[in-house]
């Protein structure tokens, strides 16, 4: 994709719920090189009142009101799992580019075809993984990147993802809320499911989706899934990467503390990276590298501190005039969702 030429990126914002408020809108409007000039939400009164904390001037009530606007040159759609794609599709349609909120889809056809109408009409797609762009992680990935390539520490041997969960907001701040329904939007489970395992699905694609593609993004493509589990308190996921196979441990935990991490194991050390709450700000990902053998040495890299939310943001804007590809596109992300579907569908 070729420079837009856009100085400044006219952003239609879709959805004015918990997220849109706590992390999108506040990093969107605060940026350098965008401005959010209108939002749409089918609650109207919550829509007034978001619309005037942010200094938002246009109020629409869809988001096919914003696709109609020729001013507006992305969408960024923060809204419920099921509006995903067909937000998307409208969005690109029109010649919007678009940044949603992560899972990219419910079902993988609805994927495809998203990726599909972004290619055909030349727009980026993007899904806000946002922990590729935590400054820890990207640290992480560049030490791993040199370890395998040196040979320092011998060849990866194994790595383990792990999410429990725990406490992610970390009084991040308080939302406006109305008393107003929220509208109804039809399910897209995917085709042929049994009706009992659709919940367990939209639950897991939720949350477990981010330690999927951060697996992916650490180590490499995923050739094959070898095996899940995915009934029990706690699912499991076995993955065949390049070389070695990646363990996935995936729970629920009440906690005051988040507990989440990939630890990649070496054949003379390991790289052990812990992730931090989604919505605490300017803490990035601890990282801790041991070198055994003869050298018997432990250290701790620090990232430089920001929030992957709103660097994730920024990157969206900045590709957008750049025209280069964004690091978390639609296409790559594809396969998180065939990975979701295939452990639902054989185990």
């Known amino acids: ?54 200094g938002i001037p246009v109020i629409r009530g869809s988001h096919e009101e914003l696709c109609a606007d020729e001013t507006i040159d992305a969408i960024v759609q923060i809204t419920s799992d099921d509006a995903h794609a067909p937000v998307a599709i409208d969005a690109l349609n029109a010649g919007k580019h678009v940044y949603l909120e992560k899972p990219m889809a419910t079902n993988l056809s609805d994927a495809r075809r998203m990726v599909e109408v972004a290619e055909r009409n030349g727009r980026q797609l993007m899904v806000g993984y946002m922990k590729r762009f935590d400054t820890g992680v990207e ?9 395998k390539s040196s040979g320092e520490l011998g060849g990866i041997t194994h790595a383990r993802g792990y999410c429990f969960a725990g406490d992610w907001v970390c009084n991040a701040g308080t939302p406006i809320r109305t008393d107003e329904t929220y509208p109804e939007i039809e399910p897209r489970p995917p085709e042929g499911l049994e009706e009992d395992r659709i919940r367990d699905l939209y639950d897991f694609n939720n949350l477990y989706c981010h330690n999927i593609n951060l697996m992916r993004h650490l180590l490499g493509e995923v050739r094959e899934l070898r095996f899940a589990s995915i009934d029990g308190p706690t699912q499991l996921m076995v993955l065949a990467m390049e070389g070695c196979d990646a363990v996935l441990e995936l729970g629920r935990l009440t906690a005051n503390f988040w507990d989440e991490g990939v630890k990649v194991y070496f054949e003379d050390g390991w790289v052990d990276i812990q992730t931090p709450p989604p919505l605490l700000k300017n803490v990035p ?18 990232a430089p501190r920001d929030w992957a939310f709103r660097r994730a943001n920024a990157h969206f804007v900045e590709c957008i005039q750049s025209g280069a590809t964004v690091r978390s596109s639609g296409a790559d992300s594809i396969r998180d969702q065939e990975l979701l579907e295939e452990a639902f569908r054989r185990f």
């Not at 990902?285 to 620090?302: E, K, L, M």
Request: some cysteine.
């Open 139 to 147: 640290m992480a990935r560049s030490i791993i990147d040199e370890l």
């Open 285 to 302: 990902a601890g990282i801790s590298v041991y070198r055994a053998g003869a050298i018997q040495q432990h250290t701790q890299p620090q």
């Open 1 to 54: 994709m070729g420079s837009s030429g856009i100085e400044r990126i006219r952003i239609g914002f879709v959805g004015a719920g918990f997220m849109g408020q706590l992390v999108h809108l506040p990093n969107f409007t605060e940026m350098d090189g965008c401005e959010v000039v209108a939002l749409a939400d089918r609650r109207p009164r919550l829509a007034r009142l978001v619309a005037e904390r942010f």
